[in-house]
């Protein structure tokens, strides 16, 4: 069992940074490869970022390629979402995830995340 607890959300202008965080319980974390969604009201969830057991890959959304970058601290249980400038388009509830898979490209389907945090919500105003 692995609990998620997301923080660092908040109301930034259009351009501007938030750092997202998500801090995992248990002693398996560096197991589990870690991704980043978001759902936006009316919206359908979707993948942001995803990362690797070990950090080694990483996957983006093409609409975040270049702008967010994700990693992790295996030695802190905590995965983060940095989100650099940021549109009003990016306003979303995000959320992190859990995977047990082994395969070498972290997914970007959410049926195959598991863990899910309860989500921090990020706000752009243009």
């Known amino acids: 069992q692995v609990q998620l607890v997301e923080s660092g959300g908040g109301l930034v202008q259009a351009g501007g940074s938030l750092r997202l965080s998500c801090a995992a319980s248990g002693r398996t974390f560096s197991s589990y490869v870690m991704g980043w969604f978001r759902q936006a009201p009316g919206k359908e969830r979707e993948f942001v970022a995803a990362i690797s057991r070990s950090a080694g890959t990483t996957r983006y959304a093409d609409s975040v390629k270049g702008r967010f970058t994700i990693s992790r601290d295996n030695a802190k249980n905590t995965v983060y979402l940095q989100m650099n400038s940021l549109k009003p388009e990016d306003t979303a509830v995000y959320y992190c995830?859990?995977?047990?898979?082994?395969?070498?490209?972290?997914?970007?389907?959410?049926?195959?995340?598991?863990?899910w945090g309860q989500g921090t919500q990020a706000t752009v105003s243009s």
């Open positions: 995830a859990a995977d047990p898979g082994t395969y070498y490209y972290p997914s970007v389907s959410g049926k195959t995340y598991i863990y």
